[in-house]
């Protein structure tokens, strides 16, 4: 994954409290902004963690470990299908 769509990703977390605002009209109008920057970073993000792509590449890292240090230890997964 290139370098610029990791640091687009985590430069998201700024967007969203901008995001989130309700105070004012001005908050509502800059509304499109916020989604705009959203978008400019989750689009990359998305294409290049698909899964397609993730999948064979986390499965590839366990069948891995099992094989080589935990052979008869049980490897829990937690946040992938």
Not at 13 to 23: C, K, R
């Amino acid at each position: 994954m290139p370098q610029v769509v990791i640091i687009s990703f985590i430069c998201l977390i700024d967007v969203f409290p901008g995001l989130m605002q309700t105070g004012s009209i001005y908050a509502y109008l800059s509304k499109p902004y916020y989604v705009s920057l959203l978008l400019r970073g989750m689009i990359p993000f998305m294409y290049y963690n698909r899964i397609g792509l993730s999948l064979p590449k986390v499965t590839k890292f366990f069948d891995d470990v099992r094989c080589n240090e935990g052979k008869d230890l049980p490897v829990g997964v937690a946040g992938f299908w």
